[in-house]
């Protein structure tokens, strides 16, 4: 598929779906589904701090750290590369 203005905006229609950027995970919690987030500190691929500051904002929208223990963790592997 060539990447024109058609086709993303197909994309956009399934945005909410496959996005990580959105850190309301309510529906995700109701459901009873469990989520364990993991980065390397070292990663050069996806930036570290990137995934804390998501999962803060995600802790944040849970109503706080004890709200989203209850079906998130994340876990940050110290030294580690993109590929363990």
Excluded at 3 to 9: D, M, Y
Aim: aromatic share 14%; with cysteine.
């Amino acid at each position: 598929m060539s990447f024109t203005t058609q086709a993303h905006r197909k994309l956009q229609e399934v945005g909410d779906i496959y996005d990580t950027t959105n850190p309301d995970l309510s529906r995700f919690a109701a459901s009873g589904g469990k989520m364990i987030l993991l980065n390397r500190w070292a990663d050069q691929a996806i930036p570290p701090f990137a995934t804390v500051d998501y999962y803060r904002a995600a802790v944040r929208q849970a109503g706080g750290f004890a709200a989203s223990q209850q079906f998130s963790r994340l876990y940050m592997v110290p030294g580690a590369y993109h590929c363990l």
